[in-house]
């Protein structure tokens, strides 16, 4: 047990360097962190320092497309809904920061809508500003693409992100708006759907402050 944490702990502090991601990818691998995500829980602190590791690794694009194809994402959402049990907020967030690097894939539709909307509202209802504000901004990342939008608006997320604009930071009206835009983009009824929900009103009150 000593040796896995060492190990994870010296993979997580080497992939906080960009320069030395690719060849842990190359070298270590990215499924083995996987697995030591999957140990019992007497591994707490292993399981923490390889979903870091993750966290750290997804960031670069080669990383994502090998989690993409092993279908590795559905996994981490199930270790999240199992910790959510045990109220273990710590997992719940590093997975919803991996799901938020995803946002930046060269091809999101790629990453299951059911999994990532669902995820990153682990951190817009956290008590972090700095977490509430990286989540909206992965799901603004996400509105660009149609499938993305579509699970945003069914699952009521448009309203969550309205009752955002009464926190007085600029950083979340700026990430709310980004939303609001991608989401504009897309056909006659989403926009019809942020008028009809108080996009119009929601503006105003940001340019009102």
Known sequence: MELQLEA?????RMSQKKELRKRVKDEAGVLPLVGLCFCGNMYGLTRHYALQAIANLTKEEAVRKELLHQNILPRLTRLARKFNSMMDTQIQQLVSAIFSNFSL????TAVPSYEAIPALYTLIF???IELVVEGIWAIAN???EEGKRKELIESEGVKVLFSL???KE???WFEVSRCMLNISAGGDWERQYLIK???LQALVSIFTG
Do not use: H, M, P
């Open 165 to 167: 604009l009464k926190v």
């Open 105 to 108: 894939s060269e091809d999101t």
């Open 126 to 128: 956290s008590d972090t």
């Open 197 to 199: 929900e108080g996009a």
């Open 142 to 144: 996400y509105c660009k």
């Open 8 to 12: 994870a702990r010296a993979v997580f």
């Open 170 to 172: 600029v950083q979340i």
